[in-house]
């Protein structure tokens, strides 16, 4: 029987401890597959900020197109096209519909033409209800020539569901995107009857 002190098992132990060390400062000093590692790290907030990226992309070109489909409606009534024509609320929201782009649907358009004495008196009543919904009815008031008309258009676009809920960027309750795209102007002194001519 050998005892613990005996200096073969002193010497077993140290080459243990130096090869266990070894294989250690190799593994520490091993670069294979670090770049892998490192992009498994990195890959999932990568790849959600290139979802972000893309949804703030098509939010901006749909709300664009959503402004550009306003500015154009409300032409209409600064020029006195809409009020010669007799436009009612349901005409009107024809001739925006007129210039929004496949992305955005027709159906899910609201609109709110209001009319004011001034800019100043101009008062502006929020969109969603208590619950956090997109109203059913709006007005529709273009006025007449001289008069201040606000035209706001509201959008409730159903982002895509495929995107995680943290980047939908959604900011109504049902996790849908409000778009707002609104117009304030004077309307041009045209006479009843008669549109003035275009700028």
Same mark, same amino acid.
């Given at each position: 029987?050998?005892?613990?002190?005996?200096?073969? =098992? $002193?010497?077993?132990?140290?080459?243990?401890?130096?090869?266990?060390?070894?294989?250690?400062q %190799?593994f520490?000093?091993?670069?294979?597959?670090?770049?892998?590692?490192?992009?498994?790290?990195?890959?999932?907030p990568?790849?959600?900020?290139?979802?972000?990226?893309? $949804?703030?992309?098509?939010?901006?070109?749909? =709300?664009?197109?959503?402004?550009?489909a306003?500015? %154009?409606g409300?032409?209409l009534?600064?020029?006195? $096209?809409?009020?010669?024509?007799?436009?009612?609320?349901?005409?009107?929201?024809?001739?925006?519909?007129?210039?929004?782009?496949?992305?955005?649907?027709?159906?899910n358009?609201?609109?709110d033409?209001?009319?004011?004495?001034? #800019?100043?008196?101009a008062?502006?009543t929020?969109?969603?209800?208590?619950?956090?919904n997109?109203k059913?009815?709006?007005?529709?008031?273009?006025?007449?020539?001289?008069? +201040?008309? +606000?035209?706001?258009? #509201?959008?409730?676009?159903?982002?895509?569901?495929?995107?995680p809920?943290?980047?939908?960027?959604?900011?109504?309750?049902?996790?849908?995107?409000?778009?707002?795209?609104?117009?304030?102007?004077?309307?041009?002194?045209? $006479?009843?009857?008669?549109?003035s001519?275009?700028?």
């Open positions: 029987m050998q005892k613990a002190s005996d200096p073969s =098992n $002193q010497a077993t132990g140290r080459s243990f401890a130096r090869s266990r060390l070894r294989g250690l %190799q520490g000093r091993d670069r294979s597959g670090a770049s892998a590692l490192e992009f498994a790290l990195v890959a999932v990568l790849i959600l900020l290139l979802f972000a990226i893309l $949804q703030i992309g098509l939010i901006y070109f749909a =709300n664009s197109t959503l402004e550009n306003t500015a %154009q409300a032409r009534i600064r020029t006195g $096209q809409a009020q010669t024509k007799s436009l009612d609320a349901t005409s009107f929201k024809n001739e925006v519909c007129k210039n929004l782009v496949a992305m955005l649907s027709c159906a358009l609201k609109l033409v209001r009319r004011f004495s001034s #800019f100043s008196s008062e502006l929020d969109p969603l209800d208590s619950n956090g997109l059913s009815k709006f007005s529709y008031d273009p006025g007449q020539g001289g008069d +201040v008309v +606000v035209v706001r258009a #509201f959008y409730a676009w159903d982002l895509p569901t495929l995107l809920t943290e980047i939908r960027m959604s900011n109504m309750k049902d996790n849908n995107r409000l778009l707002i795209a609104t117009a304030a102007f004077r309307n041009e002194p045209f $006479q009843s009857g008669t549109p001519a275009s700028k």
